[in-house]
Every structure is written in C-alpha cells, then in structure tokens.
C-alpha cells in the first residue's frame, strides 16, 4: 500500500489559493491519487481523482507531476466554508485503503 | 437516491454490552467499509467486503465482527463493549476499482460513547 505524507495543517485567508500537497513516493503503477474533505461530524467527501498531469472539476484542481510521487490539490479563493480537513489518498480501489491523518485546513477572515 | 444509510446516529452503550451499527446502502456497490475516527485523528479502518460473503479485515479489527449476507447490507457489531470503543463509526462504499469508480461514499456517522 502506497503510504502518503501531508502537511498536519494549512492556514490561509479568504480568496487566496490555497495548495496542499501529498507525498507518495511507492506509487504503484494501477494506483489512483484521490483527495477528500471532511468536514466536523461528518463523512469524508469526494473532491477530486487523478491519475497523471492535471485534472481539474467545479470544487478543485489536482496537479500531479510525471514522476507521480506527489500530487498537489489546489483550492482557488477559498472561502470560510472550506476549512476542513483534506485527506490524499493512493491505491486502486482493490484492496483497503488507509486515511492518513490528513490536512487540517483553517481559513482565516 | 439515499447513499450511504447508518443507524443509530447516537448510541451510549455499558461496559461490557453488545450492539450493532447498521449499515445500508442503496447504490449497488459491491465494496463496503468500516472506519472509525476518534477525536482529532484521521480515519482507521476496521473491517472491509468486496462483495457479498466476503469480509476482511482492516487495521483495528479486534473487538469487533461484521457479516456481509447482502449486496446492500453491512452491520458492524460490537461484542463487550470497552471505553475504548468511543469514537465515531462511519461506513462507506465504492464501485470497486479503477479509475473514476472508487470514489467512497461514506455514510453521516455513528457518534458511539463506552461508559
């Protein structure tokens, strides 16, 4: 299993981008990167997937280099309601998949 | 479309009392899961199926058993509950592999309390 290492926690002010990035240096080949945001009493949620170069949807964008042994999730002018907390995670989808501690996210007025 | 389904929201339970978290969902996925988060900390995985009559387990199975005689259906129960079982229980479930299809959909969460 791919293990990912992150930043324990991000502060940032609104409007301002906001970039996290992940280290995954034993990514396998079938393995996906994929970020989620939980908020406090709640279920993680999906924001984004990739496999190589960037994606990019309504929520994020997600940089991922050719060497894919990091990613980067990138929330442009990000507001209070994105505090939260952003985990990466690496695999397939076959197998289990472990959270890291994640991303503690605190957006500042 | 209703997702992910667990109940109860909130339980306490007694030293050394069972219960079971019940766990439904209504997408057709064939992977379900098991985390648990306790304060402040990440999620840690518990048990997990691929499929209906197949269970594994996760990084923290000890204390707990789950079954999986459905397709939509993932009860998690907990025999001699222990204070160290107060955390938050949530279930999730993924179309299974490759790219785009396992995206997890977790449920709202079990708030559990041990006293």
């Known amino acids: 299993l791919a293990k990912t290492t992150q930043p324990i926690s991000m502060d940032s002010y609104e409007g301002q981008e906001v970039n996290i990035t992940c280290s995954h240096n034993?990514?396998?080949?079938?393995?996906?990167i994929t970020w989620y945001q939980q908020f406090p009493s709640q279920g993680p949620r999906f924001i984004i997937q990739?496999?190589?170069t960037k994606v990019t949807n309504e929520v994020a964008s997600l940089f991922i280099p050719a060497d894919r042994k990091s990613s980067t999730l990138s929330l442009p002018r990000v507001s209070l309601s994105d505090t939260a907390v952003y985990y990466c995670l690496v695999g397939d989808g076959g197998d289990k998949i472990i959270f890291g501690k994640g991303t503690r996210l605190h957006i500042l007025p | 479309n209703a997702g992910v389904t667990q109940t109860p929201k909130f339980r306490i339970l007694k030293i050394g009392q069972s219960m079971t978290l019940q766990c439904t969902q209504d997408m057709n996925h064939n992977y379900m899961y098991w985390y648990r988060q306790d304060p402040g900390m990440g999620l840690k995985l518990i048990y997990y199926?691929?499929?209906?009559?197949?269970?594994d387990k996760g990084e923290v199975p000890n204390g707990y058993n789950v079954s999986r005689s459905t397709t939509e259906d993932f009860p998690l129960r907990l025999e001699l509950a222990a204070p160290s079982q107060t955390s938050v229980y949530f279930c999730?479930?993924?179309?299974?592999?490759?790219?785009?299809?396992?995206?997890?959909?977790f449920g709202s969460g079990t708030r559990l309390t041990v006293v």
């Open positions: 199926s691929v499929g209906a009559g197949i269970t």
């Open positions: 990739g496999y190589k």
């Open positions: 034993n990514i396998a080949t079938n393995d996906y």
């Open positions: 999730a479930s993924s179309q299974g592999t490759g790219f785009s299809s396992y995206g997890y959909t």
